[in-house]
């Protein structure tokens, strides 16, 4: 699918700024917690309860052209669920579709950032195809296909926590990230340029 490479954290933020959808500095925590301790962007938007995942959902799907998809109301191919590893799709919440030959569609929890989607394409040697999904559906249906998958979750929560206590009262920036976080509040839409870099060489790599 062309335009994979828009389907960035960095674009997805920059759309959320222009409509000042959801304050700058809650950005700036989303993006720090992503960038250092492997977040994922989107939940802690909605974590952050300044969006609801439906209105997150739907700017994703005006700003990126990606039809939206309810999981939960797709009859899942067989071959297309044992295509990804599993522990791949608990850890991006990605519900996998259907495929057809080297095709793959699946649910996206909101989005999947460009390098998950490029990682699930070298791993099963499939065209990829993302729907815009709901973190929340998403989970209720891997809790469907897969028995484990809440006990996964309830361990990868204990280690969330343990790190988050591990890094000290002042949240996902730290102590000793704070400083260093506050510089990026400032001018964090720099990183943009830097972001396009990225997949450009990314690109270059395929």
Same mark, same amino acid.
């Given at each position: ?37 492997? =977040?994922? +962007? ?6 952050? $309860? /300044?969006?609801?995942?439906? %209105?997150? !959902? @739907?700017?994703?799907? =005006?700003? +990126? ?6 999981? $939960? /109301?797709?009859?899942?191919? %067989?071959? !297309? @669920? ?125």
């Amino acid at each position: 699918m062309k335009g994979l490479d828009k389907l960035t954290s960095i674009r997805l933020a920059e759309a959320l700024t222009q409509k000042d959808a959801v304050p700058n500095e809650v950005i700036t925590d989303a993006l720090y917690a992503q960038d250092r301790h492997g =977040e994922s +962007f989107v939940e802690s938007l909605v974590g952050s $309860g /300044n969006i609801t995942e439906w %209105d997150l !959902a @739907k700017l994703v799907v =005006e700003q +990126f052209q990606v039809p939206f998809l309810m999981a $939960g /109301n797709y009859d899942v191919g %067989d071959e !297309a @669920k044992t295509s990804i590893p599993k522990e791949l799709l608990f850890k991006h919440l990605i519900v996998p579709l259907d495929r057809f030959g080297d095709i793959l569609t699946l649910a996206m929890p909101i989005l999947a950032p460009f390098e998950v989607l490029m990682a699930l394409r070298k791993q099963t040697g499939c065209d990829v195809f993302p729907y815009v999904g709901l973190i929340s559906e998403n989970k209720r249906v891997l809790g469907e296909m897969f028995s484990d998958f809440f006990e996964w979750t309830k361990e990868e929560e204990k280690r969330r926590e343990a790190a988050r206590t591990k890094r000290g009262p002042q949240g996902s920036r730290g102590a000793g990230g704070s400083e260093a976080a506050k510089g990026a509040e400032a001018d964090w839409m720099n990183i943009f340029d830097v972001a396009d870099a990225e997949v450009r060489h990314s690109l270059h790599d395929e």
